[in-house]
Structures are given as structure tokens and as C-alpha cells.
């Protein structure tokens, strides 16, 4: 495992200085950026201490290949890596409002990031990825996340199929999304502890997936599109759940 992280983009890196202060090592700083956000983070810094380091644009735009940096850089220690044993735990502390996202195949890391994104901002308790054939959590999915990877748990389970089952053994209800299904997502009744699985565009869930479901639903879609993008579709699902939930209150 590495030592060292990146974390750049002003809402990441202002995240992770605000939930994780004692894991920051280092902040490069742009020289010619003093806006009120970059100000805020590099106070946070100090108040962590760490000593910004100011630098010229280039600096930071060899160290970061992919994406926009926005003028700040942050090196931190990794941060908690989740399995599939922290399972029982996560929906044990959640109880009745324990929401877990479910993501197969979903290699995209500009999807993960978004997944992640509505995620933090649904409440969920943990997103659940395969550790083969999915994205992992990198620079690009911190970024694209805005600041809920440093918030949301991302359990990478070894057997995608095995977490399943540890939920379903914890008493959380698992529904699947699927195109073909008959049963729409307005029609499903989601009560106690939830998770959505969703499948990749196109692929879909892996058979085993599929058939570890509870039930199966679809989003109903109006348009001549057949599919929506998996981050979409997971806010869609997502805050139905949310909605249902504040409803019943």
C-alpha cells in the first residue's frame, strides 16, 4: 500500500482538511490563486499543521495528470480501507436507516466519483464495489466526488457476491435495478435498512448479481433513450428512498 495519497480540487481537498485533518502532510498551493476559498484551506492547513508550500502553476500541473487542480494539492496518508467484514458493523450503527449503495462493473472512475457525490448527499451509509472490474478510489473519483470520498465509506469487497450476503444475513432488504424488471421504482416499497444494486450501462449486474436480489425494480422512462447513466440512475433510486423514508416520518 502506498504511503502517501493525492488530494486536489478546492472541494476535496477542503473536505478531507475538515473531516481528516491528521491525515494531511503536505499543501502545494498555486501562487497567484487568493481567492476566499483557497484562503480557507490554507488556514485549515495551518490550523493541521501543515505549512502550505506555495509553488508555480506548473508544479502542480506535473504532479496531477488527470483532471483540474484548481490551484491546490494536498498529500495525505491513506485513509481507512473497508471490506467486507466492516459490513455488520456499517449496518449494525445504521439500524433501520442503513442505505447502502451496490455498484457492479462500474469501471468508469468519472461514474464512481458522481455515485459517490449523491451518495454523501442521500445519507448513504457505505457504496459497495467489486475489487476486480470496477474503478477504484484515485485521484480522478476524489476529485469528481467534490469532497464525499473523504465522507462516504467505500467498502471494496473481494467477493462482490459474499457482501450481498452479509447484508441480506444483517436484515437489509437488497433490490436491484433493471431495465426488464416489472415491477417500476414508484411501486416499491422501501422499508427498514436498503440497498440498491446497480449494474453497469449496458452490462448490467453479473448473473450471481442479479439473483442474490431481493427483488428487482425499474425507473420508468418516458423518452426514447433506453438507459440512464449508473450515477444518474442511482440518485434517481436513491432519494426515492429518501423521499419514502421522510414521508413515513
Partial sequence: MSKSESVFGIHSVSALLQHAPERALELFVQKDRDDPAIQEIVKAARQAGVRPQFCQR????????????????????????????????????????????????????????????????????????????????????????????????????????????????EGVWVTGTAGEATATLYENKFIGPVALVMGAEGAGMRRLTRELCDDLIAIPLAGTVSSLNVSVAAGVCLFEVVRQRNAAK
Fill in 58 to 169: 506548473k508544479t502542480l500541473d506535473d504532479r496531477v495528470q488527470e483532471g483540474t487542480h484548481q490551484g491546490v494539492l494536498l498529500i495525505v496518508t491513506p485513509g481507512r480501507v473497508y471490506q467486507e467484514n466492516d459490513l455488520p458493523e456499517l449496518a449494525q450503527k445504521a439500524g433501520q436507516k442503513a442505505l447502502f449503495l451496490v455498484l457492479d462493473q462500474v469501471t468508469d472512475p468519472h461514474n464512481l466519483g458522481a455515485c459517490l457525490r449523491t451518495a454523501d448527499a442521500a445519507a448513504v451509509t457505505a457504496v459497495i464495489v467489486p475489487k476486480d472490474r470496477a474503478a477504484s478510489l484515485n485521484a480522478t473519483v476524489r476529485k469528481v466526488a467534490s469532497g464525499a470520498a473523504e465522507i462516504v465509506p467505500l467498502v471494496t469487497a473481494t467477493n462482490l457476491a459474499r457482501a450481498i450476503r452479509i447484508l441480506k444475513d
